[in-house]
């Protein structure tokens, strides 16, 4: 089982905020990496990738961004989007006294770290996107925008696995029942009447719903350049994904080729980078930074 301190921390504007500070193991000093979780999850995605890298000799900070896991739920809905979570990151960063990370951004995560690059880029080093970019597929936004926010409560852990494993069978197709049983833990959690809801405010898919994200725009493109052309930038990619599919992740090797990439087989979005695939090509970038 990974081990980890509990951060409690307070936005900008006030709101209680949460992260998981995993140590690093002995050995040199090296830069911490910063996880960002996607649109409904939480820090609970990384509890295999960051005891991975904190054995390389890097602390690890895994936020729940705000809305999510531990972090409390925002009374503004308008203030789930990227910009603010991007400010809530640097907040977190400045009160640890970190400086300067390695970012990894799954999904909504690397969204945050493209804005990051556009506002500190001071605070990254490198960053891995994971199973995204500044053009993003329409089949793969809608998909997510059809179950992201609309689940009611559920009464066993059975039903919960089953849940999960219906909105990604597609994406991890040879997911045992452990491994879905394993995500109904880090997704629900049982509230004061017993039953099961998962760990976010249903309102953070409220964008999505509503079309305000797009597939693409040029801010999302002058900051995936300035972050790729200026820093060490890796982009994962599952092989199946629907949110980045061939087209858009060979726009941005066209866009940035001194950008490094891997291919994670059999999965689709988004991989959780303890795949093989992803945790070498993880390994490799990681060796090359401070």
Not at 44 to 50: N, R
Not at 133 to 159: F, H, M, Q
Not at 187 to 199: E, H, I, M, T, V
């Amino acid at each position: 089982m990974s081990t980890y301190t509990e951060i409690s921390y307070t936005s900008g504007d006030g709101l209680r905020l949460y992260a998981r500070d995993y140590a690093a193991s002995s050995g040199p000093a090296r830069l911490p990496v910063v996880c960002i979780h996607g649109l409904t999850r939480n820090s609970a995605d990384f509890d295999e990738l960051a005891p991975e890298i904190a054995h390389m000799g890097r602390r690890v900070i895994a936020p729940d961004v705000r809305g999510r896991g531990h972090s409390a739920y925002d009374p503004d809905p308008a203030n789930y989007n990227p910009p603010v979570y991007a400010g809530d990151v640097v907040k977190l960063l400045h009160d640890l006294g970190i400086a300067r990370a390695v970012f990894v951004g799954t999904s909504m995560g690397g969204l945050i770290t493209m804005t990051l690059a556009m506002r500190h880029l001071d605070l990254i080093a490198g960053a891995v996107l994971n199973d995204v970019g500044p053009v993003l597929s329409k089949k793969g936004l809608a998909r997510i925008a059809g179950y992201a926010g609309r689940c009611n409560v559920l009464s066993t852990w059975d039903e919960a696995a089953h849940y999960l494993k219906d909105i990604n069978a597609c994406a991890f197709p040879g997911n045992p029942d452990a491994e879905w049983d394993k995500w109904a833990q880090r997704a629900f959690a049982a509230n004061d009447s017993g039953q099961l809801a998962l760990r976010y405010d249903p309102k953070i898919a409220l964008a999505l719903q509503t079309g305000q994200l797009r597939p693409t725009s040029l801010a999302a493109r002058m900051a995936f350049r300035r972050l790729a052309h200026r820093r060490p930038t890796l982009l994962v990619r599952g092989a199946l994904s629907d949110l980045v599919e061939p087209d858009q992740a060979a726009w941005m090797r066209r866009a940035a080729p001194a950008m490094a990439y891997a291919e994670v087989p059999d999965i689709g979005h988004a991989p959780m980078l303890t795949e093989p695939a992803a945790l070498d090509a993880i390994r490799r970038f990681l060796d090359q930074l401070p």
